[in-house]
C-alpha cells in the first residue's frame, strides 16, 4: 500500500529513526521540524497522514511545549480527515490530556516504535478503504450509498447530510471512541464550548435509520459522559 507521511520531529537523530522505520515499509517520508516547515510541508506535499511530534517549536521558532498542538490547529482549518498521530516522549502526562479535543487520532510514546507502526498501518488502511460490510449494514463511502438489510433483503437508506458525515465520521473509527468535543468540532462545525443541541437529535434519526431493531444500539453506542463508538462484526 503506497502512501506519503509527514513526520514533524525536531530532533534529527530520532526524525532519522522514524524516516527509516516507515521507508523500510515502503511508503515515501517527508519531515519537517517546526511549525513553519510543517505547514509548508504539509500545503505542498499533500500527505495521506501526519506523524506529529507534539512538542516542536511553536510559530516563528518560539519554545512552546505543545507547538504540534499549534500545527494540528492549524491543519485542522482546511482538513478534517487526514489521520494524525501524536508522538510524545511525556506519554504518562500527555494521555491524561483529551487530545480528541485537539482532534488528532492517536497517541503514541517516542519509545513504543512497533505502536507506531500499528497505529499508521491501521489508520491507513482504514483512510482507503472504500467500502465497509457489517452483518445487515453496508456502507460505500466513494458512492456515498448507506444500505441496510431487512426480511433477507438490501435496501437504501437515503441519509441527511449531516447523519451520513456522522456515519462515515464514527464508522471509519470503528473500535473507538469519539468524544462529544471532537464531534461537535469535526462534524457540527461546533466549537468545543459552545452549546449545541442538534448532536442527540441527529444521532436519534441515524439510529432509526440503520439499526437493525429499533432502540437497538448496534453499531452506534453510546459511552456515558465521554462520546459514541462506532462497533460492528465483519
Known sequence: MYA??????????????????????????????????????????????????????????????????????????????????????HDSVFRKMDYNRF??????????????????????????????????????????????????EWEDRKLAPQERKLLFFLSKRAGKVQAYDTIKVRVFDVQPDDVYGGMETTVAKLRKKIEPVDGERKYIVTVEGAGYRFDHSE
Do not use: W
Request: aromatic content about 6%.
Open 4 to 89: 506519503r507521511i509527514l513526520v514533524v520531529e525536531d530532533d534529527a537523530g530520532m526524525q532519522g529513526e522514524i524516516r527509516e522505520t516507515f521507508e523500510n515499509d515502503g511508503y515515501e517520508v517527508i519531515a519537517a521540524g517546526d511549525f513553519e516547515q510543517a505547514c509548508a510541508k504539509y500545503n505542498q506535499e499533500h500527505p495521506d497522514l501526519i506523524v506529529l511530534d507534539v512538542e516542536i517549536p511553536g510559530r516563528d521558532g518560539y519554545l512552546d511545549p505543545y507547538g504540534g498542538v499549534a500545527v494540528l490547529r492549524e491543519i485542522r482549518k482546511t482538513d478534517d480527515k487526514i489521520p494524525v498521530v501524536i508522538l510524545t516522549s
Open 103 to 152: 482532534e488528532a487520532d492517536e497517541v503514541v510514546s517516542k519509545s513504543e516504535r512497533e505502536l507506531l507502526k500499528s497505529c499508521v498501518n491501521k489508520r491507513l488502511k482504514r483512510l482507503h478503504q472504500r467500502e465497509l460490510r457489517c452483518d445487515d449494514l453496508r456502507i460505500d463511502y466513494e458512492g456515498m450509498q448507506v444500505s441496510v438489510k431487512r426480511n433477507g
